[in-house]
Structure formats: C-alpha cells, structure tokens
Nanobody, 115 residues
C-alpha cells in the first residue's frame, strides 16, 4: 500500500511563503504517478490546487496561478508545493495524492494564513 506523508504546513502571515512536501513510500516507480495537491477549507469540499503529470506537465487552480508552483523530484519519491504570496483564503488542510491505476492520499497538513 502506497503511503504519502505531507509536511511543511504551519502558521504564516499574509504575503508569506511555505513549501509543502509529500514523501511517498511503499511505491514502485514513483515517476509513473500523477501527483496532485488538494485543499479542504472548513465546511467545504476538497478542491484541486495543482497537478503534475508523470511527464512533468502542470496545471493549477485559477485561484493559485502565479503564486503556487508544483514540482517533483523522482529520485527522492517526493512532490512539492511552493506557496508564495499567501492569503487568508489559502487557509486549509492540504492533501497530496498519487494516482496511477488507483489513487492514494496522505493524511493532510494544516496551513493557516493569519496575522
């Protein structure tokens, strides 16, 4: 069973930056997986934030374009989400997922943007 562990969340002031990491284990051929970041605000559904394919193509939610960057390091079985110019509305639990034939999820990491 693939395991995903997110890290890097925390409390940051508006305008600040955070980098989230998603480390995969018990995974065969990490490079073949599509990796994504989702977020879930209180009382809301889980929404896609960013996705990176096995070939390196990326797409982003409109609300984060130009501020967030998704990347991956296949040699480390890790995906990243660099978040800049953070806003209060970015406050959420952030989850990573790995998808090939099945989709696997991490446990989430809290990001709070507040002064």
């Amino acid at each position: 069973q693939v395991q995903l562990v997110e890290s890097g969340g925390g409390l940051v002031q508006p305008g600040g930056s955070l980098r989230l990491s998603c480390a995969a284990s018990r995974i065969f051929s990490f490079r073949d997986y599509e990796m994504s970041w989702y977020r879930q605000r209180p009382g809301k559904q889980r929404d896609l934030v960013a996705r990176i394919t096995s070939g390196g193509a990326t797409n982003y939610a409109d609300s984060v374009k130009g501020r967030f960057t998704i990347s991956r390091r296949n040699s480390k079985n890790t995906a990243y989400l660099q978040m800049n110019s953070l806003k209060a509305e970015d406050t959420a639990v952030y989850y990573c997922s790995a998808k090939k034939l099945s989709t696997y999820w991490g446990q989430g990491t809290q990001v709070t943007v507040s002064s």
